[in-house]
């Protein structure tokens, strides 16, 4: 199993759409958690970091739920900017390490 | 003003070579990455390090060798290059608040092995 997993999409949706991505990790020991967004060709960018008591950045909102061990992200009233690669990151900061989810594809179309 | 510098920006070299990818960070951070892209997107950790020592070493082929001369720089050398090594390796540094490691990436170094 791997230490985190994401549904690859990929997700096409329309402008003004809301979409919902999911991730789930496997390390409960895990202390932080983020959402990264890559651009093709590009490198990866902190979106937003994501606490348990959910956090909202203008159209996105994270939430975080420790005892399912489970991360989203939710994309409200999607652009077309908007489309690119959604990466979930957990990090274990005594193990020093973060680890990347796989990556979920988002095209929001016209 | 780039946080985080790694050249070159594309590399391509024949089988059997060596070459190296800098990477710098002016950022103050302790820890710095490397992280390999491969063809299916998928991003993994080959080394960290924190304050110029070897911390993470991800079963990555000895051919790879890092180097940090001091905590704003991290080297990627790699010998011998083969086919499966063409990817985009990208640099990163991270800082921690608290328990909180939040890291930041390079532009990415793209590498072509012919």
């Known amino acids: 199993r791997k230490e985190v997993e994401q549904d690859p999409g990929p997700f096409n949706v329309p402008e003004g759409a809301t979409v919902a991505f999911n991730c789930t990790y496997s390390n409960s020991a895990s202390q932080s958690f983020f959402w990264y967004r890559q651009d093709c060709r590009k490198e990866p960018k902190l979106l937003m970091s994501?606490?348990?008591s959910g956090n909202e950045d203008g159209r996105f909102t994270a939430q975080l739920n420790r005892a399912s061990q489970y991360i989203s992200l939710l994309i409200r009233d999607s652009k077309l900017s908007d489309s690119a690669t959604y990466l979930c990151?957990?990090?274990?900061?005594?193990?020093?390490?973060?680890?990347f989810g796989d990556g979920t594809t988002l095209t929001v179309k016209p | 003003d780039t946080a985080v510098s790694q050249t070159p920006k594309y590399l391509v070299t024949q089988m059997g070579n060596d070459k190296s990818i800098k990477c710098e960070q002016n950022l103050g951070h302790d820890t710095m990455y490397w992280y390999k892209q491969d063809s299916k997107k998928f991003l993994k950790i080959m080394f960290s390090?924190?304050?110029?020592?070897?911390?993470i070493n991800e079963t990555v082929p000895n051919r790879f060798s890092p180097k940090s001369p001091d905590k704003a720089h991290l080297n990627l050398h790699i010998n011998s290059l083969e086919l499966g090594d063409s990817a985009v390796y990208f640099c990163?540094?991270?800082?921690?608040?608290?328990?909180?490691?939040?890291?930041?990436f390079g532009e990415g170094s793209w590498l072509t092995v012919v």
């Open positions: 990151v957990v990090n274990n900061a005594n193990a020093g390490k973060s680890t």
């Open positions: 990163a540094s991270s800082t921690r608040t608290g328990s909180v490691d939040t890291i930041y």
């Open positions: 994501v606490y348990s």
């Open positions: 390090y924190n304050n110029k020592e070897l911390i």
